[in-house]
């Protein structure tokens, strides 16, 4: 029997020893048997937990290692397609892995004892199958041509793309996400269905700045109705006796100054009787020709001819954007689609025209070179001037005769 004397110092041993065990160290002197060692290339060295109660050891797997169920040992991890269908019975045994039934999958390295079930497309959500289940990847489900997905989510649904009928496509459709549309004119885009629809049926705010140039005001009831319906019938009136008798005054200039020089002169019908100096030529008096051409250029004198026949001959319209612009300034928008085809654009350029410019104006500027391109020689000032006496706007044709002559 030890003496009391010896109590004290053998329990400062004891305390000495456990503290060097929870920092990490090691007793000089070990009671406990050796165990066996564990391979280096399945078992970090420094990987050891160790717990400040009892002195037990848990393992920590290297990379391609899992823990065995029992924490005794490290097992090599099945590849993707295997499960594992028995552990190792040793660090230094083989796992043994079989491979993924069909119908289920596992799509990487693990220690799983058994596959995952493959997923299902759902046909009423517009799902198909892209590619099929195999033991190493899942189902890939998808959507149709001229489809996209709704969401990222396993359970989306199929939308048709847009068409962007009345507009054009600006960005197209694409997996996640709905072709982007951009109405044309006189449209505005429905964000909500992505349709375009006309300024006509425009009733709340959001297309308020899209339509606010074709936005049609309905008038109200108001006291004075009747009043103001007989003013505006009055200046309508008022309008038309205005353009009757510029028709008419045009008529006239073309009547008096029937010549080569006169931009509507083909159109007129000679009359029956013939002048007393034709008379008189017939009698014996002739001229040669040359005489002849040099009588009717003494007579074509610029300075003394009307505002209607100021532009003589065959004045080709040039391709300039300020002479382009004022054509089309001139021109009532109302009545420019009918103009342009007057002039020979088809109804194809017209339609593409507009989808391809939002700009009214900008449109109308481009109808006009791709006319004037069109028309090569035949794109003259004559040319417009006769479209537009036959749609009786005479008065354009003259200003547009006064603006371009003033240009530089």
């Not at 517009?126 to 996209?148: M, R």
């Not at 049926?201 to 108001?222: A, I, L």
């Not at 939002?358 to 040319?383: D, F, K, N």
């Amino acid at each position: 029997m030890a003496p009391l004397g010896l109590f004290p110092v053998l329990v400062a041993v004891v305390n000495l020893n456990l503290i060097r065990t929870e920092s990490g160290g090691s007793l000089r002197v070990t009671l406990n048997p050796v165990t066996k060692p564990i391979p280096a290339a399945v078992v970090d060295k420094d990987a050891f937990l160790h717990s400040s109660s009892k002195q037990k050891r848990e393992l920590k797997c290297s990379i391609g290692y899992y823990l065995h169920p029992n924490k005794t040992h490290c097992c090599l991890r099945c590849h993707k397609g295997t499960f594992v269908a028995q552990h190792c019975l040793d660090s230094d045994k083989a796992t043994k892995c079989s491979v993924c039934s069909e119908g289920s999958f596992i799509d990487g390295d693990n220690s799983s004892e058994q596959c995952r079930g493959c997923r299902r497309c759902r046909p009423t959500f517009g799902q198909i199958e892209v590619s099929k289940c195999t033991s190493e990847h899942d189902t890939v489900c998808g959507c149709g041509s001229d489809q996209y997905q709704s969401s990222h989510s396993d359970e989306f649904m199929c939308k048709n793309c847009s068409a962007c009928l009345n507009g054009r496509i600006k960005l197209a459709c694409t997996k996640f996400r709905d072709t982007i549309c951009e109405c044309r004119s006189e449209y505005f885009l429905q964000k909500d269905e992505n349709k375009c629809y006309p300024c006509s049926s425009c009733n709340e705010k959001e297309c308020e700045m899209d339509c606010d140039f074709f936005k049609v005001v309905k008038p109200e009831n108001h006291p004075h109705q009747a009043l103001l319906l007989t003013v505006i019938v009055i200046l309508i009136v008022t309008v038309g006796i205005l353009l009757l008798v510029n028709i008419l005054r045009k008529r006239s200039c073309q009547k008096r100054f029937s010549s080569t020089f006169c931009p509507f002169a083909s159109n007129l019908q000679p009359t029956s009787e013939p002048s007393p100096e034709v008379v008189e030529k017939g009698k014996g008096t002739f001229l040669e020709q040359n005489q002849t051409d040099n009588l009717l250029l003494l007579k074509a004198t610029p300075a003394d001819l009307p505002d209607c026949v100021r532009v003589a001959g065959e004045t080709q319209i040039s391709d300039r954007p300020e002479v382009l612009y004022a054509v089309v300034d001139q021109v009532p928008l109302t009545r420019w689609n009918e103009f342009v085809r007057r002039l020979g654009l088809n109804e194809i350029s017209i339609e593409r025209i507009y989808a391809e410019h939002r700009h009214i104006r900008e449109a109308q500027y481009v109808m006009l070179r791709q006319w004037r391109q069109q028309a090569g020689h035949g794109a003259t000032v004559e040319r417009i001037c006769y479209v537009l006496n036959q749609m009786e706007m005479s008065g354009c044709s003259e200003t547009i005769q006064e603006v371009l002559s003033n240009l530089p």
